[in-house]
């Protein structure tokens, strides 16, 4: 039985505040798998959310420190899905590695 774990980003509810650069569409309350397959609308469309997320303006986003994101880690095998929930953002990636390797729970 194989597992997978993919790093996501949540789409927001509401549109990302007007950026200077092109961004994907999808529909709120998808999730933007994030890995190498990510094209530069998909990138675009990460760095609208990490900035409104944060009330940064887009100008400020590379300068930022401390971000968080929605999203998190999906878990998936042959029969199920665990998707992430408040508490366990992006920035807690870290935690699936204890569970992994110290058995302590996510």
């Known amino acids: 039985m ?6 996501v980003l949540e789409i927001p509810f509401r549109a990302p505040d ?4 092109p961004v994907a569409t999808r529909e709120p309350g998808a999730w933007l798998t994030l890995d190498g397959t990510c094209g530069d ?8 959310v990490v ?5 940064i303006p887009p100008g400020k986003l590379a300068t ?5 994101a929605p999203g998190g880690l999906i ?6 899905v665990i ?11 870290r935690d699936w590695a204890r569970a992994l390797v110290d058995n302590e729970p996510p």
């Open 2 to 7: 194989a597992m997978t774990l993919r790093a």
């Open 41 to 48: 609308l998909e990138i675009g469309l990460f760095a609208a």
């Open 75 to 80: 878990l998936t095998d042959p029969t199920t």
């Open 83 to 93: 998707t992430p929930g408040c508490c366990c953002g992006l920035e807690d990636w």
């Open 64 to 68: 930022a420190e401390h971000l968080i």
């Open 18 to 21: 007007p950026v200077p650069w």
């Open 51 to 55: 900035a409104g997320y944060n009330n």
